[in-house]
T-cell receptor, first 113, second 115 residues
Framework: GAGVSQSPSNKVTEKGKDVELRCDPI?????LYWYRQSLGQGLEFLIY????????KSGLPSDRFSAERTGGSVSTLTIQRTQQEDSAVYLC???????????FGQGTRLTVV | RKEVEQDPGPFNVPEGATVAFNCTYS??????FFWYRQDCRKEPKLLMS???SGNEDGRFTAQLNRASQYISLLIRDSKLSDSATYLC????????????????FGKGTKLSVIP
């Protein structure tokens, strides 16, 4: 597609349920980033994928969070046993390799009730 | 020390004013630099890349001082539509080696342009 696509746009879930968030990067972009942004706060790094290399998971806040990237393209961020503090906008970005700019999807707004 | 620091603002300026945003970064391995704009409840969007020689795009001018690890953005003749949060972003290689990069965001500076 022309840009980074994320789905769903909005997700309301009950505390304790699992959720899956999807990111479809720009075609040909080998780097993919996940960030989280709570209301009125800055971007919090979660995880980074680069080609076939092992992902950098250093930003994942707990073992309830995991992500995978299949075939070097689509990525899924999974949050297990959701908590209210997981409520935030989850943003995905992709870029070409190297010191190039990244482009963001529109985000998934997650609300845990 | 935070990796990328920005004045959080808010900056409230009248239309037509000139406003400057400053940013400092701590990672000397940083190789590329950007300003992003984020509107309320929207995703960040690239405003401009920042080059060592300085660069200009219409009313926007970006400067980089590698020695001081300092980046700036100047907006001239502010418009109401410039109201947004401006994010300073740096990209560097990760400790894990070549071909792996980290993209670090400042917390942003909020700008409100007032009629």
């Amino acid at each position: 597609g022309a840009g980074v696509s994320q789905s769903p746009s909005n997700k309301v879930t009950e505390k304790g349920k699992d959720v899956e968030l999807r990111c479809d990067p720009i075609s040909g972009h080998t780097a993919l980033y996940w960030y989280r942004q709570s209301l009125g706060q800055g971007l919090e790094f979660l995880i980074y994928f680069q080609g076939n290399s092992a992902p950098d998971k250093s930003g994942l806040p707990s073992d309830r969070f995991s992500a995978e990237r299949t075939g070097g393209s689509v990525s899924t961020l999974t949050i297990q046993r959701t908590q209210q503090e997981d409520s935030a906008v989850y943003l995905c970005a992709s870029s070409l390799a190297g010191f190039t700019e990244a482009f963001f999807g529109q985000g998934t707004r997650l609300t845990v009730v | 020390r935070k990796e990328v620091e920005q004045d959080p603002g808010p900056f409230n300026v009248p239309e037509g004013a000139t406003v400057a945003f400053n940013c400092t970064y701590s990672n000397s391995a940083s190789q590329s630099f950007f300003w992003y704009r984020q509107d309320c409840r929207k995703e960040p969007k690239l405003l401009m890349s920042v080059y060592s020689s300085g660069n200009e795009d219409g009313r926007f001018t970006a400067q980089l001082n590698r020695a001081s690890q300092y980046i700036s953005l100047l907006i001239r003749d502010s418009k109401l539509s410039d109201s947004a949060t401006y994010l300073c972003v740096v990209k560097a290689t990760r400790d894990s080696g070549a071909g792996s990069y980290q993209l670090t965001f400042g917390k942003g500076t909020k700008l409100s342009v007032i009629p």
